[in-house]
């Protein structure tokens, strides 16, 4: 685990100590659909380590990305049936950067989807 906490914070989209507030900021100010960076998630739960920030759209998404200790394991959002696992936090940005990332909105339960293009640092 800490050997990949080591492998993310030089990454050019790794925020290690950043809030919610600063990441959805900085994308904000970059407007550009498909920027994203991943921080720290805010409550220290060992399940759901990091959040992958999105903009798309003039909006941002705060995305989960969960670890699953029974495979070592990551995957994004809520979990549900016939999702992806991932070896590695880099491996998702990598996957969403070819393919697209679907993004729900809560509030209104529509769905977008953008790849990741545009790492941002706050």
Known sequence: YFTMLHYVYHK???????????????????NKDGAFMVRKSSGQDVQQPYTLVVFYNG???????????STKQYALGREKKGEEFFSSVSSII?????????????????????KLFFPVKP
């Open 59 to 69: 909006r941002v998404y705060n995305i989960p990305i969960r670890f699953v200790p």
């Open 12 to 30: 050019p989209w790794f925020a290690s100590q950043c809030d919610r507030k600063t990441a959805d900021d900085a994308l904000l100010r970059s």
């Open 94 to 114: 990598e996957n969403h950067q070819k393919n697209l990332l679907v993004l729900i909105d809560s509030q209104s339960n529509t769905k977008d989807a953008t």
